[in-house]
């Protein structure tokens, strides 16, 4: 399995997935703003060269991050940890990826992109005996547009709009827009920050909340940050994001946490499905 | 206005918000841990009407020589706790990143007849594609791959759009200031 799965962040890092590349096509057909079909054209071309000579097509290759969503049956669980760990090392050198774990105290960069508790894997688990592994390498400059509210309650609905506009806003430029914005409301610190994650690389762009009133938040959202006018790379223009997605849990009545995730253009994924007999393939 | 320029560039202050440059001759990549050091140990070659580059970028060495892979721009407003102080010792041209720089920056820009200019961000693959070779390499060993300064033989190396010039004219100033104003008129009719 380590094959695929060095095979799938190589695709992850060098080929744009394709609902991200459509959404571009579309946001640059659609863009009045001069400026910003100059940086659209040159995001469109990047993805174009970085394919054709399979090249990662943002020089920040990312955090290389892993969602493991587990059976609990699945037969191989004990090799995944280390398998997802040396196709890190692996992928360094063969795609090749930027060096990108550094030692938060000493300033060292390991070198291989694996250090204290990364590559980083979140670990899910369900019914069946399969397993599906999201390969989601994630850049440095839009994460550090990432935020985690903790609300008065009392601010309600509005209170949550007002604060994920203000946010998209005082970013700006800085996420490399367009971007995609996730948004975890409600459980505890970290559940809003992993939902928010999780609803910003693994949902399809674009795509809307299975239920009405989430999707008509989204809407909402999404209207609202293209309103603002930052624009590609916050140059100005219509297209600031490409969607905005929501997700939720319920919350403990004293609290109400707010996560935002912002993914930029270069929305990185892929995933690697092994069944109980060890087929393994890239999606 | 379209420049197409060689290094080094010495006549800086034509430069208008809004101008295009495309760069042949020699880019520096400068960021984080590379300006710190060359503020506090001096520079290992001459640096005035240079472009800088903040830029960490993928590069691998096959058969003895340097390819680089991926090198698109890396947000700028990091560097600028000492960006002015870079501008005043060592006097560059274009200092080329993401995102845009601040007010200090913009003060040192006009003192000293620099501009700021941006590249597309994420556009790694397209950069490298105007990256010929790599010329030199300082202080690989102790800041890495990312951090290290990089000097790149590049040709036709762009679009970098000129957003902060030495006239004191900022760009992202009037984007910011239209983007506050959206803003308010949303903020007014959130339900």
Known sequence: ?283 | MEYHEKTPILDARKYKVGDVIYVTGEVVLARDEAHKKLLEGGAPIDLKGSVIYHCGPVVTKRNGEWKVVAAGPTTSIRMEIFEDQFIEKFHPAIIVGKGGMGEKTLKALKEHGAVYAAYTGGCGALAAERIKSVKEVHFLEELGIPEAVWVFNVEEFGPLVVTMDSHGNSYYDEVDSMAKKNLDALLKNIE
């Open chain 1, 1 to 283: 399995m380590i094959d695929e799965i060095v095979e799938a962040i190589r695709r992850a890092e060098t080929q744009l997935s394709e609902d991200t590349m459509n959404a571009l096509k579309k946001a640059y057909e659609r863009e009045t703003n001069e400026m910003a079909r100059t940086q659209l054209k040159a995001i469109i071309d990047n993805f174009t060269v970085a394919k054709k000579e399979s090249l990662p097509m943002c020089q920040d290759t990312g955090l290389q991050t892993f969602f493991v969503d587990m059976g609990y049956d699945f037969p191989y669980r004990a090799e995944l940890k280390n398998a997802i760990t040396e196709a890190v090392r692996r992928a360094t050198k063969e795609v090749p990826l930027r060096p990108n774990a550094v030692h938060p105290f000493l300033h060292k960069n390991s070198g291989d992109n694996t250090g204290r508790f990364v590559p980083y894997i979140h670990w899910e688990l369900r019914e069946g005996d399969d397993v599906i592994i999201h390969v989601i390498p994630k850049g440095g400059g839009s994460e550090n547009m990432s935020g985690l509210y903790m609300l008065p309650p009392g601010v309600g609905i509005k209170g949550i709009k007002k604060t994920v506009v203000e946010h998209i806003f005082r970013s700006g430029g800085k996420p490399c827009p367009p971007t995609i914005i996730g948004v975890g409301i409600g459980g505890g610190a970290d559940l809003a920050m992993t939902l928010a994650k999780k609803a910003a690389i693994l949902r399809p762009v674009p795509s809307r909340h299975e239920e009405e009133f989430v999707a008509q938040l989204e809407e909402e959202l999404y209207e609202m940050a293209n309103k603002l006018g930052i624009g590609p790379m916050g140059l100005g223009g219509d297209t600031t994001v490409l969607d905005v997605h929501v997700e939720y849990a319920h919350r403990h009545p004293a609290t109400l946490p707010l996560g935002i995730v912002t993914q930029c253009w270069a929305n990185r994924k892929r995933k690697v499905h092994i069944d109980a007999n060890g087929r393994v393939e890239v999606i």
